[in-house]
Nanobody
């Protein structure tokens, strides 16, 4: 049984930082491209960042480039999202997801497994 469990987030002031973690179990983690998506109230889920199985390639949506950093530790089956210079528009539920390289890194349809999500609220 595959499980992705996010942690971190919470309430952060604008300009602040926080780190999300996603612990994976039940899958060969090192074979999966891992991604982070987010969904704000009333909006569709959107791609945030992704990282290749080895960690050598990372991808970001334009709005978070230079502020967010995705990383992974295959020994711990964990992927991280370091979020800096947070803005109120970053407020959303953040989801981690696993993609067995069967589609584009920025398409939610390409991801096989999803976590339950963790709330990040950025106050102005």
């Amino acid at each position: 049984q595959v499980q992705l469990v996010e942690s971190g987030g919470g309430l952060v002031q604008a300009g602040g930082s926080t780190r999300l973690s996603c612990a994976a179990s039940g899958l060969t983690f090192s074979r999966y491209l891992m991604g982070w998506f987010r969904q704000a109230p009333g909006k569709e889920r959107e791609f945030v960042a992704a990282i290749s199985w080895s960690g050598s390639n990372t991808y970001y949506t334009n709005s978070v480039k230079g502020r967010f950093a995705i990383s992974r530790d295959n020994a711990k089956n964990t992927v991280y999202l370091q979020m800096n210079s947070l803005k109120p528009e970053d407020t959303a539920v953040y989801y981690c997801a696993g993609n067995n390289y069967r589609g584009s890194y920025d398409s939610s349809n390409a991801y096989d497994y999803w976590g339950q999500g963790t709330q990040v609220t950025v106050s102005s």
